[in-house]
Structures are given as C-alpha cells and as structure tokens.
C-alpha cells in the first residue's frame, strides 16, 4: 500500500516557477512507475508528466514539454515536477499518481494504468 500527498503548489504570476512534491510512504514506492496529472476546472483530468521506477525514463505532455521536469528522489522516497514559464492555461489541481505495474507505451497516459493517486495541490497561474 501506498499513500501519496501532494504540495508545493500555490499562485504564481505568468512566467514564474514553482516546484511540486509528491511524498510518499511505504518502501515499496521506489519500485513504481509514477506520474503527474492535472485537472482544471471543468475539465477532464489529463496526463502531464511521468517518471519509470528508475527514473531513467520521462514521459511528457507536448503541452508542458520544455517547460516542466519530473523527478524522483528514492532515498527520500519522494517525486517532483520542477514548473517552468508558467501559463494560465497551467492553472490546475496537480494529482501525483503511482503504479504498481510496470507501464508501457499508451499505458503511462492513462488514469487507470494507475493504482494510487494523491489528493492533490492547487495551481494557480495569474496572467
């Protein structure tokens, strides 16, 4: 079992950084594939970022690529999405998400590839 909680979100101006981390307990997290979504208001949640268990391979939405980095740091047992020349359009709830499954081609965009989900960190970016 594992329980992700989410923070470091907050209200940046346009053009701006914030840095989002993903905490979270029991061991057995540094052996999942892990990902970030997001979901605005009115809108579907949507795949942003994900990370395998080693975390020698990335995976990101064309929306936020060159802008965002997904991390993860084993020994802290924590991940994290460096955000980079925010937009408005970025203003979301941040979701960090964990598989106990190894994940594969299609697979890593999905809500459902993932078995455990954090509560999630408000974004918000002013124009």
């Known amino acids: 079992q594992v329980q992700l909680v989410e923070s470091g979100g907050g209200l940046v101006q346009a053009g701006g950084s914030l840095i989002l981390s993903c905490a979270a307990s029991?061991?057995?997290?540094?052996?999942?594939?892990a990902g970030w979504f997001r979901q605005a208001p009115g809108k579907e949640r949507e795949f942003v970022a994900a990370?395998?268990?080693?975390?020698?391979?990335?995976y990101y939405a064309d929306s936020v690529k060159g802008r965002f980095t997904i991390s993860r740091d084993s020994a802290k047992n924590t991940m994290y999405l460096q955000m980079n020349s925010l937009k408005p359009e970025d203003t979301a709830v941040y979701y960090c998400?964990?598989?106990?499954?190894?994940?594969?081609?299609?697979?890593?965009?999905?809500?459902?590839?993932?078995?455990?989900w954090g509560r999630g960190t408000q974004v918000t970016v002013s124009s």
């Open positions: 029991g061991r057995t997290f540094s052996s999942y594939d």
């Open positions: 998400a964990a598989s106990a499954s190894r994940l594969y081609g299609s697979r890593w965009l999905g809500l459902d590839s993932y078995n455990y």
């Open positions: 990370i395998n268990w080693s975390g020698g391979t990335t």
